[in-house]
């Protein structure tokens, strides 16, 4: 009986060979993909038992070739020129699989919760304004590709990922994140090559579950007894499961850099936050083999959450400003103009994908004469009652001048924060705050609220941080 079982399986696989082993690739690499250009990429999948794989690039002469090991598995490296394309890659253990429409150029990796899962056509009865007309002008001639991770979780590590590499149809550009999208727009346009956008995002996340066990180990303060639990009612919530699901698989593949949109989740506790974020950076420029990954990232938004004048966003807010000033090669976007009072998702994801787009093309890519940063707060001093707060990223003068200036406050000696007069020391990087009722001020805020409109913008219209400080006498 074995002997017919095995003598069909043999006709069977000579009349259709379709049926025999062929190369197989992890949905990272695939047609339509961006390469990020003059990098190492690792390419892996499945083929053939003990064959030889071949990888031929039409950028190249030159010929790869490895074996599979008894299981069919193989990897390799493959070296890529300067941004240009389209190319095909051709990978063939007798059988060949032909990679299409790929280009080389700029990648970047996009993660955090939902306003960064947001898509471009926004959440039902939450719009991102001014997006449809970007829908309509999307254009698949447009070296601007795009990736979506499908949410998963696991509490053991995965070997791929569900999502496929597309072009810019209005279709996908609608349903892709927004923040992402309108940073990669921004990107290709000003650098006129190929970008390739990564988005791996999962509304309601918490930092702890992009995060690998190891790194995770190093804080008591995170319970990885739970990952011993069968069931998970909050995997997006739950340390390590979205690293093993979504991130973990795309161990290998090259980027230049991350862009990240996450905290509210995390905006009860912003000292472990503090501690856990300068972690993930480090962890995730190891993974990405990229000692000095640039890593720019969005400060929470002002929204009302458990009311508008209470103060748990601002303290958390405070937590990613002073990162900026702690974790190396890294950005913050300022957003104290474009929040929602009533929505968690605010609507100005244009900004927002703009902005991160700005520290990027200057710092990243060296670009010139591009404001990236809203005027971040330096020092202060007191002279006489008046307290003097200097600001970085205002050396072109802050705006608006000769106005009063909304989201200041002062504390004298009892703590009790009042609100302040402020105005701009016309043609400098200074704010003058006063109160005539404290005639020794101790300490100094702006927007330091849940949700509170300011009006301090530099040159380039980039809004101001939200901060807190002790005035030096």
Known sequence: MKRTFRIILYILLFIFPSLQAKVILPSILGDNMVLQQQSQVYFHGKATARKNVSLTVSWGKKKVIVKSNNAGEWKAIIHTPSAGGPYAIFISDGETLTLKNILIGEVWFCSGQSNMEMPVKGFSGQPVYGSHPYIVAADFHRSLRLFTVKNDWS???????????????????????????????????????????????????????????????????????????????????????????????????????????????????????????????????????????????????????????????????????????????????????????????????????????????????????????????????????????????GEDGLIPENEELKGFEIAGQDGIFLPAHAEIINGSSIVKVWNNKISSPKEVRYCFRNYIEGNLFNNAELPASPFRAVIKQ
């Not at 905006?267 to 962890?283: E, I, M, R, T």
């Not at 190891?286 to 009311?307: C, D, E, H, K, M």
């Open 155 to 393: 509490t053991t590590p995965k070997e791929d990922v569900e999502g496929h590499w597309a072009e810019s149809s209005p279709k996908e550009v609608s349903t892709f994140s927004a923040a992402a999208y309108f940073f990669g727009e921004q990107l290709q346009k000003t650098l006129g090559i190929p970008v390739g956008l990564v988005h791996c995002s999962w509304s309601a996340s918490k930092i702890e579950a992009w995060m690998d066990k190891e790194t995770l180990s190093r804080f008591p303060e995170v319970d990885l007894s739970v990952l011993k639990n069968k069931e998970f009612g909050y995997p997006n919530g739950t340390p390590t499961l979205l690293h093993n699901a979504m991130v973990k698989p795309l161990e290998g593949f090259s980027v230049k850099g991350v862009i990240w949109y996450q905290g509210e989740a995390n905006s009860d506790n912003p000292v472990l936050y503090k501690k856990l974020f300068p972690a993930l950076v480090s962890q995730w420029r190891t993974f990405f083999n990229s000692p000095n990954l640039p890593f720019y990232y969005v400060q929470i938004a002002p929204w009302q959450s458990g009311g508008n004048d209470q103060l748990d966003w601002a303290w958390f807010r405070q937590c990613q400003l002073e990162l900026m000033k702690e974790v190396p090669n890294v950005g913050m976007v300022t957003t104290t103009d474009v929040g929602s009072e009533k929505f968690i998702h605010p609507p100005y994801k244009i900004k927002v994908g703009q902005r991160l787009a700005y520290w990027a093309l200057a710092k990243t890519y060296g670009i010139e004469g591009i404001a990236y940063s809203g005027p971040i707060y330096n020092n202060c001093i007191l002279k006489d009652k008046v307290v003097e707060v200097q600001f970085d990223y």
